[in-house]
Structure formats: structure tokens, C-alpha cells
């Protein structure tokens, strides 16, 4: 029997409101009305953070990540008291990464100054295009020059680790298109660029109501890669699905997630994950949604949404979904440590999966090949229980 060994930690923290909701975005959001309760939620962190500590009693916080939601909307003073909070109450690394989410129609000078003090030292905009056409049937609150302005500040301040979020296969988007953007990005020198396809996700407006000129299949293939090959003449290597980084700037906090890493979740619906060495267990943990039922019962049980620890027969699949999105491959000894599986509960499936040439392995080390990257979800289902 394998040991399973709790690896590096991270702490997400979701804080819920945009200034107004997206049409194409099914993440965890709500139009804030009015003043936000920044106080009461802060609170109901804190408490919510209180509860979940035994579950990761004595490890260190390798990484921190605000998202959301629009966490640019709360002010630094708010990012510091819940940073100070959180390292009062866990030991986090000397470098640990601390990312926030920020919405560049939400930008200040003051603010960035304000973030780079509370302890943030790598920032996240959801930029998306840099078409005012496109940003317009996004429903985006912000134009391509308020968001150049805004990465311009926030470097000004300080900022050195920058990642901007982009979408491709926009409505009526052409090649020249997503090859300008890509271009107007590089110009701004950000050290990451995550490069998302439009989804039509359910239970948006987008989904119901497709907007017209949405480029097919094949036509997203095409933007996708020729996109890949701007990136990486642009020195943005690609290490997952969409994410692609300078050398040495890769995001640690989703490393780790794709990494099968541990992660505690607080705020509103946020998930979580954790490993025990004495359950020998993974678990699921998540909260409950909305942000007003979550401040109501924050700190007690009735705050969590679920505790669900991972049948051992599902926890190949689990670590595959996660893994084979990252180009570095996996070891099986890291397989084992991280599920307390044998490598003989992946062997048959490995096997199909080089025959089929999506997954190529040598001494215990194993890297999905271009088809395979190709057919990532494909491979992933040899994994199922
Ligand atoms: C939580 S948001 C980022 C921060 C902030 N809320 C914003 O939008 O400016 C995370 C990112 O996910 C991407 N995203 C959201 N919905 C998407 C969808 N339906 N298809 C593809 N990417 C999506 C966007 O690029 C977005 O910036
Ligand atoms: S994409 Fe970002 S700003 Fe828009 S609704 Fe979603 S979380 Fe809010």
C-alpha cells in the first residue's frame, strides 16, 4: 500500500460581487446593489477560515489567490484586514504568491499602491479583448483604453508579476482579430497571459441567447493556434490548456491546483481540498453559494455546503483531470504520494493511453503527447472508475 502525503497548500478566497454580471460568466457572482457589506463579509472569512483550520493544522500557505467575483472591488484596506487575518492564523511561505483579481474598470492609483502594501504581489486583470466592439457585447464595464491605463498603474505602483486574462472565438471575431489583441497584450509586457475559448456555459444569457457571429469549431481551432505560436514567438511558453508564462512565472497558486495540490476555500461557494496523512483520505469541502446565506451561518456548520472525501476509485480520475491539463506530465511516484494509490490502479489505462499514442512514459514518467493535448477530455475518461 502507498502512502498518501499531504502536498503544498494554498488558500483561495472568493469574494462574490461585480458591478454588474457578465453575459457569457457562470462564475459565482452577483451584481453588488448598492453599499457592499465589506465589514460583515470580512467577518464571515474570518469565522469561515476559524472553522476550516484543524483541517490543515501546522502546514505552510504556499500561495493565496483572491478571486471572484470582482475582489478589485473591495478596497486595500479590506485586502489587508483579511491577509492579516489569514497569516495571523497560518504560516505562509517567505515568497508566497498572492494574486488578486482585478477588474480594470475598477482601477485606481491609490488602490494599486494600497494592494501592493497589504502583502499582494501579482495581480490578475480580466481584460478579454481589446476591441471596444467586442468588450461592448461582452457587457463589460471598461473600454480598451481604460484597461491599458489600468495595467499602466498598476505597474507604476509596483507591480511586477501581471497576468492578463484574455478570450478568444469572440462573436465576429476573425483571425486579424484575436491576433490583434494578442499584439495590443504583448505591448503592455504582462508576465502571463491566460488565453480562454469563449464557452457558452448554462444558466448564463450567452447560453440562452447565443450572440450572433460566434466563430465554429474549426474557426477556434484556427484563432487557438495560431495564437499558440504568437505566444511562444512572444516568449509565453505554453504550461496548460490556456495558460501561458514568461520563464519562471508560471502561476504557483493554479500550479498547484493542476498539480493535485491542497487547497483550503473560503468565502461564498468556494471549494476546497484537502489531504490527511492520518485518514489517509482526500476531501471535498465547499460553502454554501450565495453571499447573504454564507454571512448568515459563516463559522458554523450550516456555512458548508458539502464534506465529500474522494472514493479510492475515483481518485485516478481526479488527479488526471487536473494533471493532464499541465504539459509537464506526472510521475507515478508522485501519483502514488498524492493519492496513497499504487501505480498498478493507473497501469491498464496508462497502457491504452500510450498505444493510442496520446501519453508517452519512460521510467515511471509520463507526458501527453500533441494528440494527446488534443484529446485531453478523451484521455481523461480511460481514468474513470
Ligand atoms: C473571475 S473572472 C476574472 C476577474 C474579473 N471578474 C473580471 O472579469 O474582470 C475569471 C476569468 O474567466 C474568464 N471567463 C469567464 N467566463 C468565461 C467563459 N464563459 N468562457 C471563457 N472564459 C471565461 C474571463 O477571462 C475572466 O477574466
Ligand atoms: S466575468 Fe468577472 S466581472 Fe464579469 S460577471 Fe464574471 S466575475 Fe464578474
Known sequence: MSTLIPPPLSLYIHLPWCVRKCPYCDFNSHAGKGALPFDAYIDALIADLDQDL?????????????????????????????????????????????????????????????????????????????NDQALHKLGRIHDSAQAESAVKLAQDAGFDNINLDLMYALPGQDLAAAEHDLQRAFALDPTHISHYQLTL????????????????????????EHCQMMLADAGYAQYEVSAYARAGRQCAHNLNYWRFGDYLGIGAGAHGKISSGAEQHVLRRWKHKHPQTFMDTAGTPASIGGDDIIDASRLPFEYMLNLLRLHEGFS???????????????????????????????????????????????????FLP
Open 54 to 130: 484543524p483541517l490543515v493544522w501546522g502546514r505552510v500557505v504556499s500561495s493565496v489567490f483572491f478571486g471572484g467575483g470582482t475582489p478589485s472591488l473591495f478596497p486595500p484596506e479590506a485586502i489587508a484586514r483579511i491577509l492579516d487575518a489569514a497569516s495571523a492564523r497560518l504560516r505562509f511561505a517567505p515568497n508566497a504568491e498572492i494574486t488578486l483579481e482585478t477588474n480594470p474598470g475598477t482601477a485606481e492609483h491609490g488602490r494599486f499602491d494600497g494592494y501592493l502594501k497589504a502583502g499582494v504581489n501579482r495581480l490578475s486583470f480580466g481584460i478579454q479583448s481589446f
Open 201 to 224: 456555459e448554462p444558466n448564463t444569457i450567452f447560453f440562452a441567447k447565443p450572440p450572433k457571429g460566434i466563430p465554429d469549431e474549426d474557426a477556434a481551432w484556427d484563432i487557438q
Open 332 to 382: 507515478e511516484r508522485d501519483f502514488s504520494s498524492r493519492t496513497g494509490l499504487e501505480p498498478a490502479a493507473i497501469a491498464a489505462a496508462l497502457g491504452q493511453a500510450s498505444q493510442r499514442v496520446w501519453l508517452t512514459g519512460k521510467d515511471g514518467f509520463w507526458q501527453p503527447t500533441e494528440l494527446g493535448r488534443r484529446f485531453t477530455n478523451d484521455v481523461v475518461e480511460l
